[in-house]
């Protein structure tokens, strides 16, 4: 129980004000020194060097870095907003420009840190600077950076082919198609969006009395080398030359170069971006430390044994199976960290599953689009704290819990679809 | 009333990872039956204590009571606990349990971890693991050169020295790495547990194994703890391991032939293949030279791999006019 | 009054520093996992001690950044109210979170994290891989490290606040990585 007062103290105290890592390790040290006693401290150096030793966690400074670099050299303004003059005077071609570039990011790594900060990085602040609604902007890139989870490769993906026995090709196959669905349920959406409310993303303004042709030419000529840039992060990975980790190393390197090329180069310039790079990254982590703390102190005064007992009293149909523990997973998720659902409840709904003779690959997949949405959801999605953590002081909290509203339903309706017609997602749903 | 205890297991381990998490939910059960209540175990997985390696440090501090994990894992902290796992070319399963029990491994076993405050026992065995999943088959010595492959440890070193390249991949991303080529090579376990990771879709070359015969997992228990339980207790913990390592080592045999067949069935590409001769002779002499080199280190270490030789060389010659006879004579009525 | 200034400019002397260090690994670790991936790729040679390294520089990059990204005010808050209140509530906000939250959380984890980077010393750890880094001790150290440099800028922020309070400062200027997009 005493994990369950800790999330109603935390949510509190983060609505005062102070940082949130440190809200959540300070909530964390008062709970756990109550109920357990300091040492129970002694196990945090553990969980801080499991961190350090993850490596696939190194893909968040280095995608950072990317994102800093493109963006201090003005070449991801020049990506985007070129990409948005390709859809002339339609309005929200940026977001639309925003989505595709982080569905490129998703494919290219599963960390969603990563590419929700190089996309706050790389496309906010042109958003913001013609015009865009605050909500409309930090809602697609929040919607858009979280893609990464979905779309192979994805860390969710591996840790439920773990805890379910299932091979991860098979998953990340089963899961392209959602993945591609979701995303051109996002484009419909800013189409639709924009056509009643055309205020919200405004259309690029022309380019001065170029002809249409001229302007798609020279828009062409401008998104080739950011993009290409991005394409070889991304066809690194598919050549076998780098790791996902590493494709984003790759990305640094490459956007430096790409400075280099349009002498935009200087080492003040690389300093600076290293600057902005280590705050965004500590920012990041810190959460990550703090968070860590917390789900220590949860599970170590029984939270976990109290979720296995809910999870125990689930029906034995399988609708109501099924519908009751994705809305179960889908209000944790609210809650508590998605590694924490997968090895905690995902095993003891699992042999469930099996037993009523539900196609278990159909079921990690609406896992792993449930646990995506976890990374939305108010008030604890870690995207809405990344992506703050980028935003201007103009962006308020507010603006992006109202903001990812939209993106949360697409991606509930998307679940739901796939419940229940498994066939067009390529699966069915039992054996 | 007789006094209870609850001990507290931190396992290397996944909470579901099968085989490896069965062994000690076994143990566990065992052990509280066996005391009728008196002697609980409390295990916390990999992703609740969220330091798989670190189970060493923890049981050392007292952190946690006991542990599961393999002895090999401290190869980095203390150079000997290298030798309680298995060794390349080293005993099989039915030999080690024997030296263990019988040919002094377990006194030396106790010698390297005593100054550590702790107490290791055998904690089940996975029996041979497969040699690795290889995207090109081996023909010569030369395919080896400057070949990638993830393989830690004292292994790595011996196909380090026969020119491989032992390389680091996370294990999240060790699936997109061998499909995209970024490496050749994966070693992992075995059947059971490799099809979980899917290589069979991505490889056809699979190797059979020389540089894990027999690996040994470990029970890890403080020595405070252990010396605070009353003698009755310490027997059925002595049971309760002693069991739960022979049911792993038979439930490791029964889960890789299940999971052979069905990859036999359902992925023909596979091909079961064993490295030349030349290769092994090469791994082989390697494999001695670094042991010689690590009996240099310290006296202890000579002692371990001189009782470790003197007792294979020993039962080999009896295995070989049983069980190795015994097979060799199916294969000529088959 | 004045002594304060002296502190929190001292306090702040050294979180900069950290950064210093940390921006520097974290230029290098680009450069090293870029090596890395042109050595494997190109040369088919690979390190695992250089790959080892790599984690190392990016441990260093994220622990050592906590305390300057703190004196920085580069952690997001969530400013539903914050951004409302004036800057004595949020010195008065800011002053008791760095006491009871950062300060002892900060202490925990140097404490703990003291014995744990002793006992790898004293262990003499390194890597357990072939060509893997000897002295793990030293990244393991860091931890501890970061915690002490953290508790000092929990310090500094109350420093900080004690300045707003005073009228002195104000919480106006934005020069953390909010404000960084
Ligand atoms: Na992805
Ligand atoms: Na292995």
């Given at each position: 129980m005493i994990?369950?007062?800790?999330?109603g103290?935390?949510l509190l105290m983060?609505?005062?004000g102070?940082p949130v890592a440190?809200t959540f390790?300070g909530?964390?040290?008062?709970?756990g020194?109550f109920a357990e006693g300091?040492d129970?401290f002694?196990?945090?150096p553990?969980r801080i060097?499991?961190?350090?030793q993850n490596t696939t966690?190194m893909?968040v400074?280095?995608?950072?870095?990317?994102?800093?670099?493109?963006?201090?050299?003005k070449?991801?303004?020049?990506l985007?907003?070129?990409?948005?003059?390709l859809f002339?005077g339609?309005?929200?071609?940026l977001?639309?420009s925003?989505?595709l570039?982080?569905?490129?990011l998703?494919?290219?790594t599963g960390?969603?840190?990563?590419?929700?900060v190089a996309?706050g990085?790389i496309?906010?602040?042109?958003?913001l600077a013609?015009g865009?609604?605050?909500?409309l902007?930090?809602?697609?890139?929040?919607g858009?950076?979280?893609?990464?989870?979905i779309?192979?490769?994805?860390?969710?993906l591996?840790?439920?082919?773990d805890v379910?026995?299932l091979p991860?090709?098979?998953?990340?196959?089963?899961?392209?198609?959602?993945g591609?669905?979701l995303i051109?349920?996002?484009v419909v959406?800013?189409?639709?969006l924009?056509?009643?409310k055309?205020?919200?993303?405004p259309p690029?303004?022309?380019?001065?009395g170029l002809s249409?042709?001229k302007e798609?030419?020279a828009?062409l000529?401008?998104?080739?080398?950011?993009?290409?840039?991005i394409?070889?992060v991304l066809?690194s990975i598919?050549?076998?030359i780098?790791?996902?980790?590493?494709?984003s190393a790759?990305g640094?390197?490459?956007a430096?170069?790409l400075?280099?090329?349009?002498?935009?180069?200087s080492f003040?310039?690389?300093w600076?971006?290293?600057k902005?790079t280590v705050k965004v990254?500590a920012?990041?982590?810190a959460?990550?430390?703090?968070a860590t703390a917390f789900?220590?102190v949860f599970?170590y005064?029984?939270?976990?044994?109290?979720?296995?007992e809910?999870m125990l009293a689930?029906?034995?149909?399988?609708?109501?199976?099924?519908?009751?523990?994705?809305?179960v997973i889908?209000v944790?998720?609210f809650f508590?960290?998605?590694?924490?659902i997968s090895f905690i409840?995902?095993p003891?709904l699992?042999?469930?599953?099996?037993a009523?003779?539900?196609?278990?690959?159909?079921?990690a997949i609406l896992?792993?689009?449930?646990?995506q949405?976890?990374?939305l959801?108010?008030?604890f999605?870690?995207?809405?704290?990344?992506?703050?953590?980028v935003?201007?002081?103009t962006?308020?909290?507010?603006?992006?819990?109202k903001?990812v509203?939209p993106?949360i339903?697409?991606q509930?309706?998307?679940l739901a679809l796939?419940?229940?017609?498994?066939?067009?997602f390529g699966?069915?749903?039992?054996y | 009333a007789?006094?209870?205890f609850?001990?507290r297991?931190a396992?290397?381990?996944?909470?579901?990872?099968?085989i490896?998490?069965?062994?000690?939910?076994?143990?566990?059960?065992r052990v509280?039956?066996?005391s009728?209540?008196?002697l609980?175990v409390?295990?916390?997985?990999?992703n609740k204590h969220k330091a798989?390696?670190?189970?060493?440090?923890m049981?050392?501090?007292?952190?946690?009571?006991?542990g599961?994990?393999?002895?090999?894992?401290?190869?980095?902290?203390?150079p000997?606990?290298?030798?309680?796992?298995?060794?390349p070319f080293?005993m099989?399963a039915?030999?080690?349990?024997a030296w263990?029990?019988?040919?002094?491994?377990m006194e030396?076993m106790?010698?390297?971890y005593?100054?550590h405050?702790m107490l290791?026992?055998p904690?089940?065995n996975?029996?041979?693991?497969m040699g690795g999943?290889f995207?090109?088959?081996i023909?010569?010595l030369?395919?080896?050169d400057g070949?990638?492959?993830?393989?830690p440890?004292?292994?790595?070193e011996?196909?380090?020295?026969?020119?491989?390249?032992p390389?680091?991949?996370a294990?999240?991303?060790?699936?997109?790495a061998?499909?995209?080529n970024?490496?050749?090579?994966?070693?992992?376990?075995?059947?059971a547990?490799d099809l979980r990771?899917?290589?069979q879709?991505?490889?056809?070359?699979?190797?059979?194994?020389w540089h894990?015969p027999?690996?040994?997992?470990?029970?890890?228990?403080?020595?405070?703890?252990?010396?605070?339980?009353?003698a009755d207790?310490?027997?059925i913990m002595?049971?309760?391991m002693?069991?739960a390592?022979?049911?792993?080592l038979?439930?490791?045999?029964h889960?890789?032939a299940?999971?052979?067949?069905n990859?036999?069935e359902?992925?023909?590409?596979?091909?079961?293949?064993?490295?030349?001769?030349?290769?092994f002779q090469?791994m082989?002499?390697?494999?001695?030279k670094?042991l010689?080199?690590?009996?240099n280190e310290?006296?202890?270490?000579?002692?371990?791999v001189?009782?470790?030789e003197?007792?294979?060389e020993k039962s080999?010659?009896y295995?070989?006019?049983s069980?190795?006879a015994?097979?060799?004579?199916m294969d000529?009525?088959? | 009054m004045?002594?304060?200034?002296?502190?929190?400019?001292?306090?702040?002397?050294?979180?900069?520093?950290?950064?210093?260090?940390?921006?520097?690994?974290m230029?290098l670790?680009?450069?090293?996992?870029?090596?890395?991936?042109v050595a494997?790729?190109v040369?088919n040679?690979?390190s695992i001690?250089?790959?080892?390294m790599?984690?190392h520089?990016y441990?260093?990059?994220?622990l050592l950044g906590?305390p300057?990204a703190?004196?920085?005010?580069?952690h997001v808050r969530?400013?539903?109210f914050?951004?409302r209140?004036?800057d004595?509530t949020?010195a008065w906000?800011n002053?008791?979170?760095?006491?009871?939250f950062?300060i002892?959380?900060s202490?925990l984890?140097?404490?703990?994290?003291y014995?744990f980077?002793?006992?790898s010393?004293?262990?003499?750890?390194?890597s357990?891989?072939?060509g893997?880094l000897?002295h793990r001790w030293i990244i393991k150290?860091v931890?501890?490290v970061?915690a002490v440099?953290?508790?000092i800028a929990?310090?500094?922020?109350?420093?900080h606040a004690?300045r707003?309070?005073?009228g002195e400062k104000?919480?106006?200027a934005?020069?953390?990585?909010e404000?960084?997009a």
């Open positions: 994990g369950m007062i800790m999330f103290v935390a983060l609505m005062v102070f440190f390790g909530v964390a040290l008062f709970f020194v300091m129970l002694a196990f945090m553990y060097m499991s961190v350090m966690l893909a400074p280095l995608f950072i870095f990317m994102g800093v670099v493109l963006q201090r050299t070449l991801a303004a020049q985007l907003t070129s990409m948005g003059r002339g339609l309005p929200g071609g977001a639309i925003t989505i570039v982080g569905a490129l998703a494919a290219s960390v969603v840190g990563a590419s929700v996309m990085l496309s906010l602040p042109v958003m013609h865009y609604d605050k909500r902007a930090t809602g697609t890139i929040c858009a950076g979280t893609l990464g989870q779309v192979p490769p994805s860390i969710i591996i840790i439920l082919g379910l026995g991860v090709g098979d998953l990340f196959k089963a899961a392209v198609i959602p591609v669905v051109g349920l996002y959406y800013i189409l639709v924009t056509r009643f055309p205020e919200t993303a690029m303004p022309d380019d001065s249409r042709g798609i030419q828009a000529l401008a998104i080739i080398p950011p993009l290409a840039l394409v070889v066809g598919f050549a076998g780098a790791t996902p980790t590493e494709s790759l640094g390197v490459g430096v170069v400075a280099l090329i349009y002498r935009q180069f003040q310039m690389v600076d971006a290293s902005d990254t920012m990041v982590f959460i990550l430390i703090g789900s220590m599970s005064t029984g939270g976990d044994y109290l979720l296995e809910w689930l029906p034995g149909e399988k609708w109501g199976f099924i519908i009751l523990a994705m809305l889908l944790l998720g508590i960290d998605f590694v924490e409840i995902v003891i699992a042999p469930v599953a099996e009523l003779g539900i196609n278990m690959l159909w079921f896992i792993a689009m449930n646990l949405t976890s990374f959801t108010p008030p999605g870690f995207s809405l704290f990344y992506l703050k953590g935003s201007p002081p962006v308020q909290t507010t603006d992006i819990y903001g509203l993106f339903l697409m509930i309706l998307v796939i419940v229940i017609f498994p066939e067009w699966m069915s749903s039992s | 007789q006094d209870t609850t001990l297991l396992e290397t381990w996944g909470p579901n990872f099968p490896f998490g069965d062994t000690t939910k076994n143990f566990a059960e509280e039956k066996m009728d209540g008196r609980k409390r295990i916390d997985s990999a798989p390696l670190g189970v060493f440090d049981v050392k501090a007292g952190q946690y009571d006991m599961h994990s393999a002895s090999y894992y401290w190869k980095g902290k203390v000997n606990t290298l030798f309680f796992t298995s060794m080293g099989n039915m030999e080690q349990y263990f029990y019988h040919g002094g491994g030396l106790q010698e390297v005593e100054p405050n290791s026992f904690g089940g996975t029996g041979v693991q999943w995207r090109k088959e023909k010569s030369d395919d080896l070949l990638k492959m993830r393989i440890g004292f292994a790595g011996v196909f380090a020295e026969v020119g491989v390249n390389t680091n991949i294990p999240g991303e060790l699936y997109t061998l499909e995209r970024t490496i050749d090579a994966v070693e992992w376990v075995g059947p547990l990771l899917g290589f879709q991505i490889a056809d070359y699979y190797y059979t194994g894990e027999a690996t040994e997992l470990q029970f890890l228990v403080n020595k405070k703890v252990w010396e605070k339980l009353p207790l310490q027997e002595r049971i309760a002693r069991t390592s022979y049911d792993m038979v439930h490791s045999q889960a890789n299940e999971a052979w067949a990859i036999k359902e992925y023909p590409n596979v091909q079961i293949k064993q490295f030349p001769q030349d290769i090469a082989y002499k390697a494999n001695e670094l010689d080199e690590a009996a310290n006296e202890q270490a000579a002692r371990i001189k009782s470790q003197e007792y294979l080999r010659a295995t070989n006019i069980e190795r015994y097979l060799n004579t000529e009525v088959e | 004045r002594w304060i200034i002296k502190l929190d400019e001292g306090l702040a002397y050294l979180s900069t520093f950290c950064g210093w260090v940390a921006c520097a690994a230029i670790m680009a450069g090293n996992v870029f090596f890395d991936v494997r790729y040369f040679d690979v001690g250089m790959q080892e790599e984690w520089l441990s260093v990059v994220f906590i300057y703190l004196r920085t005010d580069g969530v400013d539903v914050y951004a209140w004036s004595k949020k906000i002053l008791v979170g760095a006491i009871i950062v002892p959380f202490y984890i140097w404490n703990y994290g014995e980077a002793i006992e010393y004293r262990m003499g750890e390194g357990g891989d072939p893997g000897p150290s931890i501890p970061s440099f953290t508790a929990g310090l500094n922020m109350a420093t004690l707003v309070m005073s104000t919480y106006e934005k020069h953390g990585a404000g960084l």
